[in-house]
Every structure is written in structure tokens, then in C-alpha cells.
């Protein structure tokens, strides 16, 4: 059969970007900014993204457009067995992530819900806390999983591409309506302020690199073979260079976007004092405690951007779940022969199963985002750099195609491949470690 391929390179840029763009982008960078460092730690983002993010991110790129198949399949025809068993390691990841991420996206789709049918009373706090867990969390959790099956059952081009493009710049517009809406709020600086306050001495903190490699992953899907799978329905025509930039600008852009929506929303509310009770980098606290409790507050208008609020975070959490479950879905496609409708079914009831675990407990949750959100995709990521910059075969062929004769460029992202990245993944799995171990 003839392999999908998305109908065009806009719609492979907005999947990617949907796929990048999520849960991680809406809570966990600006709830990390403004716990760690505020502008300091924007700073070492960015580096981050820059030094290591957007080569690893190229290389992902590389690997599928140029085997045309789904991590297992791909990497083993780069690299023979090993590969195929990093590529198992993916799919594991995909699955890990999958359940947990989906139980969070349901309370986000709960949220939703409960906006439009009027909002909250009562105190907020405890809301979240009997919703969080239990029957009722792991139904939710089901329900986002089966909206997620029915998009990836669709396919390519008609179910996953056609989504994206909708959801993608519908996230974007929403996101910056309310940028700009909150800019007028009173006491809206107060809110930059506790997002950016610079504190320039986490440049020096290992910790902080450490983290912010972990975010770097985590938000562009780096390390699991997400945009592998989707650079696999690439034309061997399509060029990669740009596309990998434009991925890796909007990912960072909709994270920052969203601080700048969050936080003057919350402290022109006086809520300030709520988020620090909770710890800013508890996501809970912001995005399912503070921010309704101030929807509260506004009334007509809180009724409005609650709706559109959690409609946005429910539009970017699917389009990551989407793309979590292609990784496996074209991995039993491509390596075992299942038909899409068969390996779409079997994955969505696993992975449901799975996530009953996370719905039922939150130190569960928490755990499996430690192993596989954190640990395995920082392992991925530095088991990529070792085979795209010692082990593949000329890498650097589809760049040059792109690139032309901008030799530097070609040639400065193999270095980084084979030198900087190897170094700073592997110490920050290292450091990684090293945490576990300490306790
Ligand atoms: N990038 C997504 C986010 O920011 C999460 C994700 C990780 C999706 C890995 C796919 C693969 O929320």
C-alpha cells in the first residue's frame, strides 16, 4: 500500500507545531519561569532551544523524512537492531506519556465543560482536589482518549492534518486575543513582574540548565520520535531547514504568550497570594485553582475568556495526544502489519487502561511524568544525538538539499550534533540521575 503523505508542507508545519504546542507550553513554562528566575530562566530557555532543541528537533526531521517509517522501522534501517530498539523505547515512552498527559487534558476538558455550563462556586481548591482523582477523573480521561482516537482513526491527511490546521491557528488567535485583552487589566504589570522579574543567578545554577533541557524536550516533543513519525509522511521533495525554525519559534512562542495571559489575569484579582500558597511551579494551582476563581470574579467577562480559555488548553492538549498516538499507531502499522483502524482501537484501549493508574492516584501521575516525561525523553534525546552524529550515514545530506550552498549552517548544526549535544544530553541524564538517587 502507499504510504500517506500530508496534502501539503503547511499542513505538516501546523500538525508539528500541534504536536509541540501543549499541556507543557500552557502551564509548565511559565509556571517554571516564574518559580525559577523569571526573565533569567526565559534566557536560558531560549539558549536552550536554540543550542540544543532546534539541531535535535532537525535531526528527528532527517531521520523520518529520509526512511519514510515510523520510529522502529526507521531507525533500524539507520543504524540496524540497536535502532530498533530505541524505537521500542519510543513507542514505550509514547504509551507512558500518552496516559498520564490524557488524564491532566481531562480535567482540562472538565474545566471546559463546567465553563460553559456556568462556571464554579465554592471554594476552588477543594473542587480541584475531588475531581482530580477517581472515577470521575479516569471517565474524563476516557472521554479525551476516545476525541483523540477519532482523529488519529481519520488518518493523515484526513483526520490529523485536517484537525491541526483548524486547531493550531485557532489556539494561536485565541492566545493572543487574550494577551492583549489582559494587558489592559489593572495590575497587570504585577503579573509580569512575578512571571519576569529577571534574577540573573540562575545563569550560574546547573539545576536550572538541567531543567530547562528538560523542558526544552518535553515542549518541542523532542526525544520520542513524535515529529519523526510526522516528518515520515513528508514528500522526499519537502525541505526541512525552515520548517524545523518555524516549529521550534512557535512552540516557544505560544509558551511565553501564555504567561503573559495567566499571570496579569491573576494578579489583577488579588490572587497572587493563591498561586505562592501552591507553589508557582504546582500547575494545579494556576491553571485549575487561581485562574477559575478569578473568572469568578469578572463575571460576564470571566464567563467569556473562562470558555475560550479552557477551550484553547483543550485544543492544544489534543493536538499533542494526537500525536502521541501516531507514534504507535504507525509503529504497529509499519512494523507489524495492523491496519489503522485495528492499531488506532488496540492503542486507544491500552493506553485508556493504562491511564487508569494515573486517574486514580496523583503520586502516580507525578511519577510517571518523572519517568517517562522527564527521564525517558532526556535518555531519547541524548540516544539521538549518538546516532544522527556518529552513527547514521551522511546526515547531512537533506540539510545540504535545503540549505543549498550555506555550508556553515550544514556544517555547524553536525558539529553541534556530534559534540555540544552529546555533551549537554548526556549530562543532564547524568544529572538526572543523580536526583533520583539523592531522593
Ligand atoms: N509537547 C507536548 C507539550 O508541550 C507534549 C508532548 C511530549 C507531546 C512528547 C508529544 C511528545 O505539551
Redesign the pocket.
Known amino acids: 500500500m502507499q504510504r500517506e503523505t500530508w496534502s501539503s508542507g503547511a499542513g505538516f508545519v501546523l500538525a508539528a507545531v500541534g504536536?509541540?504546542?501543549?499541556?507543557?507550553?500552557m502551564w509548565r513554562f511559565s509556571a517554571t519561569a516564574a518559580s525559577t528566575g523569571g526573565a533569567g530562566f526565559v534566557a536560558v530557555y531560549v539558549f536552550m532551544v536554540l543550542l540544543i532543541g532546534l539541531p535535535l528537533l532537525l535531526g528527528e526531521l532527517i531521520l523520518g523524512r529520509r526512511f519514510q517509517s515510523s520510529p522502529v522501522a526507521a531507525l533500524t534501517r539507520a543504524v540496524g537492531r540497536p535502532g530498533a530498539a530505541l524505537g521500542w523505547f519510543f513507542v514505550l515512552t509514547a504509551f507512558v506519556?500518552l496516559a498520564f498527559y490524557s488524564v491532566i487534558a481531562g480535567w482540562t476538558f472538565r474545566y471546559g465543560l463546567e465553563s460553559i455550563a456556568g462556571g464554579w462556586e465554592g471554594d476552588l481548591t477543594e473542587h480541584f482536589l475531588a475531581i482530580a482523582t477517581g472515577p470521575a477523573a479516569v471517565l474524563y480521561h476516557l472521554l479525551f482518549m476516545a476525541l483523540t482516537m477519532m482523529v488519529v482513526l481519520w488518518g493523515i491527511k484526513g483526520g490529523i492534518e485536517k484537525f491541526a490546521s483548524l486547531a493550531t491557528p485557532v489556539l494561536f488567535l485565541i492566545l493572543v486575543g487574550l494577551g492583549i485583552w489582559a494587558a489592559f487589566l489593572r495590575g497587570a504589570s504585577e503579573g509580569y513582574a512575578f512571571y519576569l522579574a529577571p534574577d540573573l543567578s540562575v545563569l550560574a545554577d546547573p539545576a536550572v540548565w538541567g531543567a530547562a533541557a528538560g523542558q526544552t524536550y518535553?515542549?518541542?516533543?523532542i526525544g520520542?520520535g513524535?515529529l519523526l513519525t510526522y516528518a515520515s509522511y513528508l514528500r522526499s521533495s519537502d525541505k526541512l531547514a525552515t520548517e524545523a525554525a518555524v516549529i521550534s519559534v512557535s512552540d516557544f512562542a505560544v509558551a511565553f504568550m501564555a504567561g503573559l495571559v495567566i499571570f496579569p489575569i491573576v494578579f489583577s484579582l488579588g490572587m497572587g497570594d493563591t498561586i505562592a500558597a501552591f507553589g508557582a511551579d504546582e500547575a494545579e494551582g494556576v491553571l485549575f485553582i487561581a485562574l477559575p476563581a478569578a473568572f469568578e470574579q469578572l463575571g460576564g467577562t470571566g464567563y467569556f475568556v473562562g470558555v475560550v480559555f479552557f477551550l484553547a488548553l483543550i485544543l492544544a492538549a489534543l493536538t499533542?495526544t494526537i500525536?502521541?498516538m501516531e507514534v504507535i499507531v504507525s509503529t504497529l502499522i509499519d512494523s507489524l502489519s495492523v491496519s489503522r483502524r485495528r492499531a488506532t482501537i488496540g492503542v486507544g484501549v491500552c493506553a485508556g487502561l493504562i491511564g487508569v493508574l494515573p486517574g486514580m492516584s496523583l503520586p502516580a501521575l507525578s511519577m510517571m511524568n518523572r519517568f517517562a516525561g522527564e527521564f525517558f525523553l532526556g535518555f531519547g534525546a541524548f540516544a539521538i544525538t549518538l546516532l544522527v552524529g556518529w552513527f547514521m550515514d551522511d546526515p547531512r545530506r537533506e540539510l545540504r538539499a535545503a540549505l543549498g550552498d550555506r555550508a556553515l549552517m550544514v556544517n555547524g548544526w553536525y558539529f553541534v550534533m556530534r559534540w555540544i549535544a552529546p555533551l549537554i544530553t548526556g549530562f543532564v541524564v547524568v544529572n538526572m540521575l543523580q536526583q533520583y538517587f539523592a531522593g
Open positions: 504536536s509541540a504546542v501543549g499541556l507543557g507550553n506519556i518535553f515542549s518541542m516533543s520520542m513524535a499533542s500525536s502521541l
